[in-house]
């Protein structure tokens, strides 16, 4: 199986704050890929250097090969790196419809424009219900909805998902986490940051422990969720 994405040896951080230290890691395409930690654990860096929110100060990153490091945000977007970030960030004071027509910014994502959002409805049918509805006044859960459906607007080819059940319901939460499959089965790779690590592990064919922005530990999703260590820590038992 083919690499979507490949990081080797990524340092980064917050002036003089190192938060990532030497990070490498891979993604295999069209799969699910789970980055697990604690508050502080250098998840969200991660995918803010990864989307071209913050510049690495080492390292390199490879999509499908192509070296990136470094790009702006922009240029990955029309590379296919989109990110939906924490805190699900809509524009409150325009319709859900709009919401999702600002997502198809990049050139090869406007021509099949219509086509992706007869997706994005087919994935989330309360956002075709709720269409020309303010985003500020639809639910914390039907706003992360509206997240996921911008950033698939973008048609990417790797999704960074930053804690997107973060603050939600349980019932919405569970919810999320039965989507995220589909869009693997779109074909898209997908890189997950979350604190469900039940969860997450559950879905996600490889994972990895960061721990003061390294990796701890690494392997298939199920395994890990099953290593005794990762138990300890993450899911408060042996």
Excluded at 68 to 73: D, M
Excluded at 161 to 184: N, Y
Excluded at 185 to 199: C, I, K, T
Excluded at 214 to 225: I, K, N
Aim: net charge neutral; glycine share 12%.
């Amino acid at each position: 199986m083919s690499r979507a994405l490949e990081i080797e040896g990524l340092e980064a951080g917050y002036g003089e704050v190192r938060v990532l230290h030497g990070l490498t890691l891979s993604a295999e395409a069209g799969q699910i890929t789970a980055v697990i930690g604690s508050n502080g654990a250098g998840k969200t860096t991660l995918l803010r250097v990864l989307s071209g929110l913050l510049a690495p100060s080492a390292g390199r990153i490879r999509l499908d090969g192509q070296d990136i490091t470094g790009q702006p945000s922009h240029r990955l977007v029309e590379e296919g790196v989109v990110m939906v970030p924490e805190g699900r960030m809509v524009f409150p004071e325009m319709s859900v419809r709009e919401n999702l027509v600002l997502g198809a910014v990049a050139r090869h994502a406007r021509g099949a424009r219509d086509e992706t959002m007869a997706q994005v409805y087919a994935l989330f049918p309360r956002l075709k219900e709720r269409e020309t509805q303010l985003a500020g006044t639809l639910s914390g859960g039907e706003q992360q909805m509206l997240a996921l459906g911008r950033g698939l607007m973008a048609r990417p080819r790797l999704l960074l998902l930053d804690e997107p059940t973060l603050g939600l319901a349980p019932a919405i939460a569970k919810q999320i986490f039965r989507i995220v499959p589909q869009l693997r089965d779109l074909g898209l790779s997908v890189l997950l940051a979350e604190q469900d690590v039940r969860r997450t592990l559950r879905i996600a064919a490889h994972g990895y422990v960061l721990e003061n922005g390294q990796v701890a530990a690494e392997g298939e999703g199920r395994a890990l969720a099953s290593d005794p260590a990762v138990r300890r820590a993450y899911l408060g038992h042996d």
